[in-house]
């Protein structure tokens, strides 16, 4: 069997693809105000996150070229698909963010990933979502006063 090239390696077209979108990020970024008369302007935390994004990805495709490929590694499908379906659910509670709320989806969010994900109990997956939700709640909207999006039901 030929060996496959290392420019073709997960890692390596993962970490190209997201240094290319921390470029992206950082040439955004510029457009914006990085300092403002009150601090931190709208383009300093966009700024230093494409920064961190492309200098990280870089070094995900720096140290997958040099590491040695491991013989008879096998792609684990099942933590492959675990992954896929985070992504789906996280993609889902974005679409219904206008619809439902910002706390009423990052409850759902939560109750999903501790109870589905984790396997825990709908007792303890239920106390956790309404925990996220309510720190949340306190932290963002009381004690910050940032008007969150909110559903119907006013959360």
Known sequence: MAQKSWFLKGDVVSG???????VYIISEARQWNYVGPEGPGPGFFPMWYGIAMVVLSLWLVVVSAVRP???????????VGRAMLVWAVFALCTALLKLLGLLTVLA?????IVGVMYGK?????CAA???NALGFYL???LAL???LPVGPLGF
């Open 129 to 131: 979502a309404a925990g």
């Open 69 to 79: 490929a491991v013989a008879g590694a096998k792609v684990d499908w099942k933590g």
């Open 145 to 147: 006063n940032v008007g």
């Open 139 to 141: 932290v963002f909207s």
């Open 108 to 112: 759902l969010l939560t109750l999903f």
């Open 121 to 125: 109990s709908l007792k303890i997956a």
């Open 16 to 22: 190209a693809v997201l240094a290319a979108l921390g």
